[in-house]
């Protein structure tokens, strides 16, 4: 079956820009979550969708943000781009976001901001 | 709040040498323990899961972890390195939020292979 997809892979934006990014999961994985990456703060997370619903939320500000579609894909926005989101951001896909059932990622977009 | 140490930001070994990297959780035993491997410009890989069914864990391409409550430990070991191992490895808990899980990571441990 096909994997977890993240587009675009790769993003370059400019302070004060707004950036969406997007994921599909994996067919019937109805939990998609969101990772940050960054050399500096290692691997944090963001948020956590489930059925279109966000269950929960990282210590991020709050010009992050996310949103689930009925279909499971969810996207997440970052608003008035800052030098400090530059990273790669990684989406997880889970049957119900329980460990039990693992996590799959994908592949991630690298997002620079200049 | 479940937390994740690993031990050693890098680590060399040769080729068909021990791999051994080391990954300590916080005192409350957790649920679920992971190691997922990232290689360059690429996202994290599953190497394998602990979920209380058995100490000792087998994953994939050659890795196993063994769950030891006393030590607080969940290394990660391959008898024999080959060179497609090098990479950076992740040892994450799932911590329970609310009604959801969240997955908290290691810093990460890079291992290099020597020819």
């Known amino acids: 079956k096909a994997g977890v997809t993240q587009t675009p892979r790769y993003l370059i934006k400019t302070r004060g820009q707004q950036v969406t990014l997007s994921c599909s999961p994996i067919?019937?994985?109805?939990?998609v979550s969101w990772y940050q990456q960054t050399p500096g703060q290692g691997l944090q997370f963001l948020f956590e969708y489930f059925s279109e619903t966000q269950r929960n939320k990282g210590n991020f500000p709050g010009r992050f943000s996310g949103r689930q579609f009925s279909n499971s894909r969810s996207e997440m926005n970052v608003s008035t781009l800052e030098l400090g989101d530059s990273a790669l951001y990684l989406c997880?896909?889970?049957?119900?976001?329980?460990?039990?059932?693992?996590?799959?990622f994908g592949s991630g977009t690298r997002l620079t901001v200049v | 709040a479940q937390s994740v140490t690993q031990l050693g930001s890098h680590v060399s070994v040769s080729e068909g040498a021990l791999v051994l990297l080391r990954c300590n959780y916080s005192?409350?035993?957790?649920?679920?323990l992971f190691w997922y491997v990232q290689y360059p410009n690429q996202g994290l890989q599953l190497l394998l899961k602990?979920?209380?069914?058995?100490?000792l864990v087998k994953g994939i391409n050659g890795f196993e972890a063994e769950f030891k409550k006393s030590e607080t430990s969940f290394h990660l070991t391959k008898p024999s390195a080959h060179m497609s191992d090098a990479a950076e490895y992740f040892c994450a808990v799932g911590r329970q939020e609310g009604g959801s899980e969240k997955l908290v990571f290691g810093k990460g441990t890079k291992l290099t292979v020597n020819p």
């Open positions: 997880a896909s889970s049957l119900e976001g329980q460990g039990g059932n693992g996590y799959t």
């Open positions: 005192s409350s035993v957790p649920p679920y």
């Open positions: 602990y979920t209380s069914a058995a100490t």
């Open positions: 067919s019937g994985h109805r939990s």
